[in-house]
Nanobody, 126 residues
Framework: VQLQASGGGLVQPGGSLRLSCTTS????????IGWFRQAPGKEREGVSC????????VYAESVKGRFTISRDNAKNTVYLQMNSLNVEDTAVYYC????????????????????WGQGTLVTVSS
């Protein structure tokens, strides 16, 4: 199982980035896929996740209206469009999948996501 995240980088406050996560090697289906982040000295937190089948989404309150998650099942890829970035968005961003078909009832909680990518660093700084 591989989750390859990309698209991180350095951006000024107010700028935008798009993260991509491509999956491969799954022998068991997953139901949810999404993005999490971890800033230095902080716990990993859910940012946004999407249901693979029906496209239902969840967002952290801190990113609602600024971030948009989308998926392309044909390309096995999920995207995170991040707009109006601020310094508090600085973190390593990870993509992960959940094999729990009811993940949506719990939301973007790291504990119920069981396959993880390597992370991509997003730095928002002037």
């Amino acid at each position: 199982v591989q989750l390859q995240a990309s698209g991180g980088g350095l951006v000024q406050p107010g700028g935008s980035l798009r993260l991509s996560c491509t999956t491969s090697g799954f022998t068991v289906d997953y139901y949810g896929i999404g993005w999490f982040r971890q800033a230095p000295g902080k716990e990993r937190e859910g940012v946004s996740c999407i249901n693979k089948n029906d496209g239902s989404t969840v967002y952290a309150e801190s990113v609602k209206g600024r971030f948009t998650i989308s998926r392309d099942n044909a390309k096995n890829t999920v995207y995170l469009q991040m707009n109006s970035l601020n310094v508090e968005d600085t973190a390593v961003y990870y993509c992960a999948t959940s094999s729990d078909p009811q993940w949506y009832l719990v939301g973007a909680v790291p504990l119920i996501f069981d396959s993880w990518g390597q992370g991509t660093l997003v730095t928002v700084s002037s």
